[in-house]
């Protein structure tokens, strides 16, 4: 049975759909809504299988099946609408999946500390570091609070967390065991989507984070070059939690990528 995505939608215009990562829910991505502000967009996030509020798949329940889900639901929520996709860390692997299978319907693709291979050993990646320790903020949290945000936190401030709490932690907490195994034990596609998006002739956006030992920053500049009409930023003190530790820029270079992207007229 496929699962029905859990949904939040905001605005009206065009369609542009939010994909977040694995292991948190839609609520990560709402930081950067109002990036949004004043323009003709209606904001699609929504939680994937497994994540959130969504169901999780059946088994298998890997990556291609996760992938096959989205391009389903794509085309059950919007049709044949032209849209735009944002995607952060596996959701920017899934992103460019969904791009390459609806290339004349996908109008831009903005990736947030993107996946670019999902195999670990393929990446290369920099050393973990934290460049700003609070010994106090961490000391105050729960031991669990305290874990989950110190592992990826690059700048621990008061305000850091607070973006973190509001909205990393709640996917994490609601995240589906099960479905995350399913996932860990098939975290591969049978083909990356990338050369299919060699002559993709849309607006593209690549934000990562110089300390992102997750991903990292390099193999994302050497995709921004394959990709004919791509935006590459590597930013300092930012590490995976991009639209967290960078919110800023994060948010100025994704209201470009947007107006980039209405400049194209929408066939309605």
């Known amino acids: ?10 605005g009206a ?51 291609p099946e996760l992938a096959d889900w989205l391009d389903r639901m794509t085309g059950e929520l919007l049709g044949s609408t032209p849209f735009a996709v944002v995607g952060s860390s596996l959701g920017g692997l899934l992103a460019r999946e969904l791009a390459a299978r609806r290339p004349h319907q996908c109008l831009g693709i903005a990736l947030l500390a993107p996946v670019v291979d999902p195999v670990q050993q393929n990446r290369t990646l920099p050393p973990s570091v934290v460049l700003v320790e609070n010994a106090a903020l961490i000391s105050d949290l729960t031991t669990e609070d305290a874990a989950a945000y110190a592992e990826l936190a690059v700048v621990q401030s008061p305000e850091n ?15 589906d065991i099960r479905a995350m195994a399913h996932l860990a034990k098939d975290y591969a596609l049978p083909a990356l989507p990338d ?10 956006l690549i934000v990562t984070g110089r300390q992102d ?14 990709l004919p009409r791509a935006t ?22 994704v209201r ?12 309605r």
């Open 1 to 10: 049975m496929t699962p029905t995505p859990h949904l939040e939608r905001r």
């Open 13 to 63: 215009g065009t369609p542009v759909l939010f994909v977040h990562g694995n292991g948190v829910d839609h609520r990560s991505m709402l930081e950067l809504d109002d990036a949004f502000d004043g323009a003709d967009w209606e904001r699609v996030y929504l939680d994937l299988p497994g994540f959130g509020r969504t169901p999780r798949l059946d088994a298998p329940g890997g990556l």
């Open 161 to 175: 967390w607070e973006r973190f709490r509001r909205s990393v932690l709640p996917g994490l907490r609601a995240a």
């Open 195 to 204: 050369d299919r998006l060699a002559s993709l002739e849309r607006p593209v």
């Open 213 to 226: 030992a997750v991903v990292g920053y390099q193999d994302q500049w050497a995709l921004a070059q394959r």
């Open 232 to 253: 590459y930023a590597v930013l300092d003190r930012a590490g995976h939690n991009i639209q967290i530790d960078a919110p800023d820029a994060v948010h100025d270079l």
């Open 256 to 267: 470009h990528w947007a107006a980039q992207v209405a400049e194209r007229p929408v066939a």
